[in-house]
């Protein structure tokens, strides 16, 4: 999702190629001939391939004008990668129990454990320090990290779990932005 907003934002022409992972297709000699990783999503930029999405919306942001990706100041670009970082390495507890079917199938899963209800918490307390009262997103302006955070956070609005109402509020409208919704309103194979 992020690479695909991402891509979308700097108006940039591109291919999607959908991979089989239920099928091991990222496995195939093929696809781990472009991807180190064998993981999605890879991109393919003039015989340069790239995986891991923060690294390909970093690449993204450095070789093409456009919309910017990342704040410009310093810090900003810094903590906004934190985000990103964070955002990919901790909270499974609600990433396996709001897995992305919550987000883009409409699929309702079960009360939260307990392990993924402190999760969400840490979660929560994290993202009031850093969303500002009232703003529409992180840093001033819009960057892909709020992509990323809003996603998180849909995770569980999406599936009407207690979510803090600003919170709500912002991962609401980080949904409504054009790219967000165009990639929500792909067509997706059944599951
Ligand atoms: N941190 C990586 C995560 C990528 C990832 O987990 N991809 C999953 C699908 S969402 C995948 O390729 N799974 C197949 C596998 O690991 O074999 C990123 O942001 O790109």
Not at 29 to 53: D, I, K, Q
Not at 62 to 85: D, I, K
Not at 96 to 106: A, C, D, L, M, Q
Not at 137 to 151: R, Y
């Amino acid at each position: 999702m992020s690479v695909f907003v991402a891509l979308t934002e700097k108006q940039l022409p591109f291919e999607l190629k959908a991979v089989d992972l239920s099928a091991n297709a990222n496995h195939e000699a093929s696809y781990a001939a472009t991807s180190l990783t064998r993981r999605v999503p890879t991109l393919v930029h003039n015989g340069f391939a790239l995986s891991e999405s923060s690294a390909i919306t970093e690449y993204v942001d450095t070789v093409f004008e456009g919309v910017p990706l990342y704040p410009t100041g310093t810090q900003e670009r810094a903590r906004a990668r934190q985000v990103q970082a964070w955002l990919r390495s901790d909270l499974m507890p609600i990433r396996h129990e709001r897995s992305t079917e919550v987000v883009f199938y409409g699929a309702i899963k079960p009360p939260l454990s307990f392990e993924a209800q402190a999760t969400a918490k840490k979660l929560f307390s994290v993202a009031e320090a850093l969303v500002p009262p009232g703003g529409e997103n992180l840093f001033g302006q819009w960057c892909i990290a709020d992509v990323d955070l809003a996603l998180m956070l849909n995770r569980l609005v999406l599936n009407g779990d207690a979510v803090p109402e600003r919170l709500t509020s912002y991962a609401r409208r980080q949904w409504q932005r054009p790219s967000v919704q165009l990639w929500v309103n792909q067509r997706r194979p059944p599951l």
